[in-house]
């Protein structure tokens, strides 16, 4: 028996056409596209003309677990991706204690297996402990099931470890991932170094904090010809020389996030600390460059950095709250909302190759397309219902979102991963 979704239309990624269809999934496989599938004895889902898309697939994702599990599971944490159509992400290494050891790669793969909603791919620390005095042993982490190699929570200060860290991850194969943030530029900030910052008070973090670690890491990449990615790009000048770099034929690619996609620091009154993320949101010429950026192809993807925090922790002083935004269950319908339907600066096939074609290839993936024989990794989304956010809905356990009250379309009503439906809003027969 198998899993037959009835009167679905497909996305032609390639055309960008949609295609009344039925899918039949047996096994973790599509085994048939067709116009007419007999529904014998599978398990039919009615999809009612809900648009069909291969499972979204987020680089970036804190899961908390283990350690912080007050802010989020691998349970909760993969639930909530699973919410949002994700059927792949990659968890990142500053959870307690930080993932810089083989033990812990398995720790998240066996929870994975037992308690898990989607594909999780674990990045192992490049330093231990992420302090930044000395690397971990990255052969041992790629042994493991390392994907990559990232310190992200902070920036590797030292030029000199990061060139060490390309040098082994460049041997192992596997990608430089960098929270490119330079300490002594960004000090005590808690938001954008600008107007607002200076209008309110507040101590600011410049956009060259940012810019100055992508041109030193790029010029690193290009030394050591190692594979850097550049997670949640927020500021003009970095995406410039992410450009620049792409240019001078330096295996570079990066990442931006839904809220720099979306929102400035003018939405910041500085009481909110669900405002407050790191990078900052920058200002409205970050905010186009970005755009600009994903648009032209110097940005490649869309990844959330959802980074769940406890409502006592995000009810603290702007300035002392932890940075950081949840995002796996509002990532879709706020992008396929803002940037398709009003703004209509990209086309629905965009967005879905920025969240599921485009992280497949770069980081050479399962997934990333719908197609008869691949892989069932995939999720249905109603283009037309409209919701407001609401937080106390999430699966996530993180309600730290600046984007409560905002009235969203797109929303996934099935997700199926591995050939498994893993969830479900239609009512299946
Ligand atoms: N993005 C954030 O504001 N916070 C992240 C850390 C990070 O992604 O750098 C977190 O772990 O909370
Ligand atoms: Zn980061
Ligand atoms: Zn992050």
Redesign the pocket.
């Known amino acids: 028996m198998g899993i037959l979704l009835k009167n679905g239309r497909l996305l032609d990624l390639e055309t960008g056409e949609l295609h009344s269809r039925d899918v039949l999934v047996e096994g973790d496989r599509i085994s048939r596209i067709g116009e007419d599938i007999d529904p014998a004895s599978h398990q039919v889902h009615e999809l009612n003309g809900n648009v069909i898309v291969p499972g979204f697939i987020d680089m970036?994702v804190?899961l908390r677990d283990p350690g912080l599990e007050y802010k989020e599971t691998i349970e909760t944490g993969t639930r909530s991706a699973a919410a949002g159509g994700f059927t792949t992400i990659a968890c990142?290494p500053n959870t307690k204690p930080i993932l810089d050891n083989p033990e812990l790669m398995r720790y998240i793969y066996d929870t994975t297996n037992k308690t898990g909603s989607c594909k999780v791919l674990p990045y192992a620390a490049i330093t231990r402990g992420e302090r930044g005095e000395e690397l971990t042993d990255m052969e041992a982490l790629k042994e493991a099931g390392a994907v990559g190699f990232t310190d992200?929570?902070v920036g590797v200060q030292s030029g000199g470890m990061m060139r060490s860290a390309m040098e082994r991850a460049k041997a192992l194969g596997l990608p430089i991932v960098i929270?490119a943030e330079d300490e002594s530029l960004s000090g005590k900030g808690c938001m954008n170094e600008g107007d607002v910052s200076k209008r309110l008070g507040l101590p600011g973090i410049p956009g060259v904090a940012e810019s100055v670690h992508v041109a030193r890491d790029a010029l690193l990449a290009e030394l050591t010809g190692v594979h850097l990615h550049v997670?949640?790009i927020s500021d003009a000048s970095a995406v410039d020389v992410v450009r620049w770099a792409k240019g001078r034929g330096i295996r570079i690619t990066a990442e931006v996030t839904p809220h720099h996609l979306l929102l400035t620091d003018e939405g910041i009154d500085g009481t909110d600390a669900n405002w407050k993320v790191n990078p900052p949101l920058r200002t409205e010429k970050d905010r186009l460059a970005c755009l600009e950026g994903l648009l032209d192809g110097t940005i490649d993807m869309i990844a959330t950095?959802h980074?769940p925090h406890s409502e006592e922790e995000k009810r603290r002083a702007f300035q002392v709250a932890p940075f950081g935004f949840v995002g796996l269950e509002t990532a879709f319908p706020l992008l396929y909302t803002e940037l398709v339907e009003k703004a209509k600066l990209l086309t629905l096939q965009q967005l879905v190759k920025k969240m599921a074609t485009a992280p497949a290839e770069v980081f050479n993936l399962p997934g990333g397309t719908v197609a008869e024989g691949g892989l069932a990794d995939l999720v249905v989304v109603n283009l037309e219902e409209e919701r407001v956010i609401d937080p106390a809905t999430f699966a996530s356990k993180g309600r730290n979102t600046p984007f409560a009250g905002w009235r969203a379309k797109g929303w996934p009503v099935l997700t199926i991963c591995d050939g498994k439906v893993t969830f479900d809003r239609t009512n299946s027969k």
């Open positions: 970036h804190h990142m992200d929570g929270h997670c949640h950095d980074a």
